[in-house]
Nanobody
């Protein structure tokens, strides 16, 4: 079974940076478009960044210019470099493919203090 393991979250002050990492196990994802999602309490899960197999990327407006998604097809990892963090970025972050077709991992909590 595919396993997704997210890491790198933590508590950071507004304006700070964090780098999240996601390791995909038990399958190769090099042909998949991968994405990062986040879930704010009492709200649905939002897909906020994606990266295609060819390296093209897309972002929701709220993170554009602050977050950068990348991938390593040899290590089977997807990363999210987050900069200029804001309190509104506080959420649990998950990775999955673009269709969210794999079982969800436990996510990694990012908490941004004002």
């Amino acid at each position: 079974q595919v396993q997704l393991v997210e890491s790198g979250g933590g508590l950071v002050q507004a304006g700070g940076s964090l780098r999240l990492s996601c390791t995909v196990s038990n399958r190769s994802f090099r042909f998949n478009t991968m994405a990062w999602y986040r879930q704010i309490p009492e709200k649905g899960r939002e897909r906020m960044a994606y990266i295609t197999s060819g390296g093209s990327t897309g972002y929701v407006d709220s993170v554009k210019g602050r977050f950068v998604i990348s991938r390593d097809n040899v290590k089977n990892t997807v990363s999210l470099q987050m900069s200029r963090l804001q309190s509104e970025d506080t959420a649990v972050y998950y990775c999955n493919d673009y269709q969210s077709s794999d079982p969800w991992g436990q996510g990694t909590l990012v908490a941004v203090s004002a």
